[in-house]
C-alpha cells in the first residue's frame, strides 16, 4: 500500500506560478497528476515514467506545466507556470502499483492522493 501526499495548492492570480508536490510512502513506480474541477469529471493533466524520460502532458498544460520527480525522496511535482482561471480544480497526485511506466488512463492508477486545491482568479 502506498500513501501519496500532495502539497503546494493555493489562491493565486492569472499569469503567477505554483509548484505541487506529491510524496509517496513508499517506492513510487509510475506517477501522474489529475484534476477535477467542480461539476467536471477528473482529467488527466501529466504523468511521468519511474524513470523521468516518459512525460505526457494533457494539450490544455503543454508548454506551461513541468511534471518531474526526485526517487531520492519518492516525490513527484507539477511546477505550474502561466496559470489560467480555467486550471482551478482539485490536483491529485496518483501512482501505479509496480508498473515503471507513465499513463493518460485514470484506470490504471491504483492509488491516490487526498487532493490540494488551486484556485486562479482572473
Known amino acids: 500500500q502506498v500513501q501519496l501526499v500532495e502539497s503546494g495548492g493555493g489562491l493565486v492570480q492569472a499569469g503567477a506560478s505554483l509548484r505541487l508536490s506529491c510524496a509517496a510512502s513508499?517506492?513510487?513506480?509510475?506517477m501522474g497528476w489529475f484534476r477535477q474541477a467542480p461539476g467536471k469529471e477528473r482529467e488527466f493533466v501529466a504523468s511521468?515514467?519511474?524513470?523521468?524520460?516518459?512525460?505526457y502532458y494533457a494539450d490544455s498544460v503543454k508548454g506551461r506545466f513541468t511534471n518531474s520527480r526526485d526517487n531520492a525522496k519518492n516525490t513527484v511535482y507539477l511546477q505550474m507556470n502561466s496559470l489560467k482561471p480555467e486550471d482551478t480544480a482539485v490536483y491529485y497526485c496518483?501512482?501505479?502499483?509496480?508498473?515503471?511506466?507513465?499513463?493518460?488512463?485514470?484506470?490504471?492508477?491504483?492509488?491516490w492522493g487526498q487532493g490540494t486545491q488551486v484556485t486562479v482568479s482572473s
Open positions: 513508499g517506492r513510487s513506480y509510475g
Open positions: 511521468i515514467s519511474r524513470s523521468g524520460i516518459e512525460i
Open positions: 496518483a501512482a501505479r502499483a509496480g508498473i515503471a511506466t507513465a499513463t493518460v488512463r485514470t484506470y490504471e492508477y491504483d492509488y
